[in-house]
């Protein structure tokens, strides 16, 4: 969904005795054997001469003189990076920043200069620096906010410094009210918070966006996308269907309309727009890895039995049954709604608190206040292998025992388990 692009020794004897004022600390003996009475052993002397090192210094391949041709060098960084030149842009990026090395915007076009090379590492820093410089400042903001939401992987670090520095960048600018420079940042939000699964954040931005830019194809799409996640499903339709006519977003629009259409039981519609993806993005919208009801089963019965002890019974009693896709009810159940491609759900409450079971079912059975959903479809599509799929069956598996055990989204994510 990365659609978007924009330009541009008495020591240790004084510490010892800072203790509480009722405790008196004992007397440190003087001569020879001093040390006995500290707590730490005395450091040891710095070699006098440094260790060699155990590698190799890296091979540096020095940048070419910035050729400048009568401009500054910011101006000519700017330039070549506007013509897409940015070995060019790298070197008087850089040669401006050393000769001006409190200059915000020498910094940010540096960084600006190493992302789009691929320098990835050394662009956090050149970020890092421009806006330890000027927090403030909104070339660096944006430049930093694309970097995280748009040129890097979407995770969730990335997407969490993507969306503060857009909502700082955003701030920003319509406080100096630059709207121009704020629909930018307003942009690069929606997308964020549609990666962080914080969609009506999402939905907000691309509208205030889309006030000020009412045919904007960026927000436009990420409205979209915000709308299908918030389940108001029919407002999704009509925004994936505005979408088809724009080359840039057709593939994603497809494979929307694909799942809206599937959600209703029109299958075979929902399988041309899904083939229509495909033979636009492949890369983007592969064949789903879907395994046969019996298979699936067969394979979630072996990730059961593949789970510590103390996990499987904590599902004692907890029932972990196999669904094709959420259903509306089980979405919508809370505030706010959950994603339609979730791979799993919990339901009920956590072991920490009473269970009450539910009313009677027909025949006088019983539902159980506590079971999980696992999702053959959802789980289908986030996989590009079967081998893929087994493992994303386990991790599902233990994100929702997380929830089980009490653990909401935040701390899951932490632990590697969003």
Request: aromatic share 6%.
């Amino acid at each position: 969904m990365r659609l978007l692009w924009v330009a541009a020794g008495a020591t240790v004897a004084l510490t010892a005795c800072q203790k509480p004022a009722e405790v008196v600390c004992p007397p440190i003996p003087a001569g020879p054997d001093a040390s006995v009475a500290l707590a730490v052993p005395p450091p040891a002397p710095r070699p006098a001469v440094r260790p060699e090192p155990t590698v190799s210094a890296p091979h540096v391949q020095p940048l070419s003189v910035c050729d400048a041709r009568g401009r500054l060098p910011l101006d000519a960084a700017r330039e070549y990076a506007d013509a897409q030149q940015f070995e060019q842009a790298l070197s008087c990026a850089a040669q401006a920043s050393a000769l001006f090395p409190n200059d915000v915007l020498a910094h940010t076009e540096r960084a600006n200069a190493l992302g789009a090379l691929g320098r990835d590492e050394e662009a956090r820093l050149g970020y890092a620096r421009a806006l330890a410089l000027d927090p403030d400042s909104l070339d660096a903001l944006l430049g930093a906010a694309h970097f995280y939401a748009v040129k890097l992987p979407s995770s969730r670090e990335n997407d969490e410094l993507g969306s503060l520095y857009a909502e700082r960048g955003f701030e920003v600018a319509r406080t100096a009210n630059d709207f121009d420079t704020a629909v930018q940042f307003g942009r690069l939000s929606a997308m964020a918070f549609n990666d962080l699964g914080q969609a009506a954040d999402a939905l907000d931005r691309a509208d205030w966006v889309m006030k000020k830019r009412p045919k904007d194809p960026e927000a436009g799409y990420e409205r979209a996308v915000a709308l299908f996640e918030l389940c108001r499903f029919g407002e999704a339709k009509a925004a994936f269907l505005a979408q088809l006519a724009d080359p840039e977003r057709l593939a994603h629009a497809h494979h929307h309309l694909g799942l809206l259409l599937e959600r209703d039981g029109k299958q075979a519609e929902a399988d041309g727009h899904f083939k229509k993806a495909q033979a636009a993005a492949p890369e983007d919208f592969p064949l789903p890895v879907l395994l046969g009801a019996e298979e699936f089963q067969a394979e979630l019965k072996k990730a059961l039995a593949g789970l510590p002890a103390d996990m499987r019974r904590d599902l004692t009693g907890v029932p972990v049954e196999v669904e094709d896709l959420p259903k509306s009810d089980d979405l919508t159940s809370g505030e706010p709604p959950l994603s339609p491609t979730i791979l799993g759900l919990f339901r009920g409450p956590p072991l920490t608190e009473p269970c009450d079971e539910l009313e009677p079912k027909p025949k006088h059975k019983t539902a159980p206040c506590r079971s999980v959903a696992i999702y053959r479809k959802n789980l289908a599509r986030a996989v590009k292998s079967k081998d893929e799929l087994i493992e994303q069956i386990r991790v599902t598996l233990l994100h929702e025992v997380g929830h089980l055990r009490g653990e909401d989204d935040f701390e899951l994510a932490a632990r590697g388990l969003e």
